[in-house]
């Protein structure tokens, strides 16, 4: 924290870890409970996925082809979230199919996307009190930011809740230990993006309900004031 107050500053919650550790879900829960906004930056990621998807040609992109193809990404604040649209519409279940969460990752390595989610985060963050989720939202992006929290959690109970989420029923086995070495990988690449700020609270989610989650934060959020 730099030598301002910190109460003087506008409440920002950030809330970092690694993939499939429960930031967005975890996120909106504590926005919820406080009352304030709540903005993804991975679906911001998503959406420039998707937009680029839908302006035509194969991957791999440029970047520059990425970042021109951001010009028909917008985001609509909701009853409590600000929401990527594409072209103007709602594209919540589009964010999430098979052929942006393949291409995701690349993107999201461009430094110019980067610069341009992170712009956009900090635009949401000045209409008022808000949570974050996202990679190096308490270091890079908000600094400053009046609580950061970092969330970790075992591998395989990562696995085990994005197959929950994402089939609808319990996982077998094998597809656990499949997510798994697919999250170890992800992890992998991710590093460089995954350490917790100096000044977060870690938390590990492994024997944790969202619920618990996000009371412990939100706890957290209020003794700061």
């Excluded at 996925?49 to 302006?55: D, E, F, G, M, V």
């Excluded at 035509?56 to 929401?83: H, I, K």
């Excluded at 390595?109 to 949570?131: D, F, L, Q, S, T």
Aim: net charge positive; glycine share 8%; aromatic share 2%.
């Amino acid at each position: 924290m730099s030598g301002t107050d910190a109460r003087a500053t506008p409440l920002v919650i950030a809330i970092d870890g690694p993939a499939a550790s429960g930031k967005s879900s975890t996120a909106k829960r504590v926005a919820e409970r406080l009352g304030i906004a709540h903005a993804d930056s991975g679906a911001l990621y998503r959406a420039a996925t998707l937009a680029r998807l839908r302006a035509g040609g194969a991957p791999p992109w440029t970047e520059a082809s990425v970042l021109d193809a951001t010009r028909a990404v917008s985001l609509a604040r909701g009853t409590t979230s600000f929401e990527p649209r594409v072209d103007g519409a709602p594209v919540a279940e589009a964010l999430h199919g098979e052929a942006v969460t393949a291409q995701v990752s690349a993107v999201a390595k461009m430094p110019g996307v980067r610069a341009w989610v992170n712009a956009r985060m900090r635009e949401c963050a000045g209409h008022g009190p808000i949570v974050v989720d996202g990679r190096d939202m308490g270091t890079a992006v908000f600094p400053d930011a009046r609580l950061k929290v970092f969330l970790v959690a075992e591998p395989a109970v990562r696995a085990q809740r994005r197959l929950l989420q994402r089939l609808g029923r319990a996982p077998t086995d094998d597809e656990v230990a499949r997510e798994r070495a697919e999250l170890t990988r992800r992890d992998a690449m991710d590093a460089a993006q995954s350490s917790p700020a100096r000044d977060a609270v870690v938390i590990d989610t492994s024997h944790l309900s969202e619920e618990e989650q996000a009371e412990r934060i939100s706890a957290l959020a209020r003794r700061r004031g």
